[in-house]
Nanobody
């Protein structure tokens, strides 16, 4: 069974940056993509980015250019570098592991989430 633990969330002013981390354990991770989703208050969970261990990345069109996903296979850790943050980026950010179907991951394992709050 996969365990995912996110960290790095917090409060930041608009225009600032944060880096989220997601450490995975409990499984062999070769060839299984990992990614990030987020859920703002009153909204559905939305796709942010995903990465395969070969280094292929996919981003939400609306976030491309400000967010960067990367991974350290040796550490089974995925990162999300977020720059030029806006108040509308405020959300709980979730790490996901599993087989993606487009920008969805219906059978993914999920982390507990980390809160990101961007103040104006």
């Amino acid at each position: 069974q996969v365990q995912l633990v996110e960290s790095g969330g917090g409060l930041v002013q608009a225009g600032g940056s944060l880096r989220l981390s997601c450490a995975a354990s409990g499984h062999t991770f070769s060839n299984v993509p990992m990614g990030w989703f987020r859920q703002a208050p009153g909204k559905e969970r939305e796709f942010v980015a995903r990465i395969t261990w070969s280094g292929s990345t996919t981003y939400s069109d609306s976030l491309k250019g400000r967010f960067t996903i990367s991974g350290d296979y040796a550490k089974n850790t995925v990162y999300l570098q977020m720059a030029s943050l806006k108040p509308e980026d405020t959300a709980v950010y979730y790490c996901a592991w599993g087989s993606f179907s487009g920008n969805n991951c219906p059978a993914c394992a999920w982390g507990q989430g980390t809160q990101v709050t961007v103040s104006s």
